[in-house]
């Protein structure tokens, strides 16, 4: 069985969304250094916490990220603390 990285598994947009930073002129690159269409990049991780008992929460949802806007989607970044639990839930459209 062959290796699979990460990037592969995820697809070039998770790459492309990992490996972006700010260039000096502040305009958003990708590891090659082109230019990422800004619309489509969201800070996830730069963006303010949600704190919550037991750790945070940051998310992408089409309120902030308009991209989103009709796709019924969102993403978000949860920090656990030590001791912190995730609530568990279910999408039933999904």
Known sequence: MSEISRRG????GAGIAAATAL???GTARASTGKP???TYVFP????APAVHDG???RGA???NFPVLAG????VYLVHLDPGGVREPHWHPSA
């Open 23 to 25: 260039g000096a002129a």
């Open 71 to 74: 796709q019924q989607g969102s």
């Open 44 to 47: 996830l991780a730069a963006s």
């Open 55 to 57: 750790g945070t929460l």
């Open 9 to 12: 598994a995820l697809g070039a």
């Open 61 to 63: 949802h089409e309120k």
């Open 36 to 38: 990422v269409n800004p």
